[in-house]
């Protein structure tokens, strides 16, 4: 049925974008704890990479897309992403600084937040 399907890929979606997340905080350690990037940059810089991952792994394995205008599907998939940036970080800024919890306690609650707005965003636009 059609709830099953949108369930499976809600899980596949969750399980690439755990390793968008192990690439995400990898990223974003090494920026911010050993190249000393400003953390708001190194977060950032964190996401983004992590997008470019999931983005290969939701296109062959989550939604198995055969568009052949994979520049137009990446665009989309880039700008909700963006949109998802600006959500993570205004979610990061305030648990971490307006509720004074943890810098990486505060970003595991900011992409899980993000996560619902990336995957229905991509499943009813980029890969509708």
């Known amino acids: 049925s059609q709830s099953i399907m949108l369930i499976t890929k809600f899980l596949k979606f ?20 050993k190249l000393k990037i400003h953390k708001y940059v190194s977060n950032s810089l964190g996401f983004i990479i992590a997008v470019s991952s999931n983005y290969y792994l939701n296109r062959i394995w989550t939604f198995v897309s055969n568009s052949s205008d994979v520049f137009k599907e990446y665009t989309s998939f880039f700008i909700i992403a963006i949109i998802g940036l600006t959500i993570n970080n205004l979610f990061l800024y305030l648990v971490h600084e307006r ?10 609650i900011a992409i899980l937040i993000t996560s619902f707005w990336n995957f229905f965003a991509n499943y009813y636009y980029t890969f509708s």
């Open 14 to 33: 969750l399980a690439v974008g755990f390793t968008g997340l192990i690439i995400d905080f990898t990223i974003t350690w090494i920026s911010k704890e």
């Open 99 to 108: 509720f004074g919890k943890k810098f990486y306690t505060s970003k595991l």
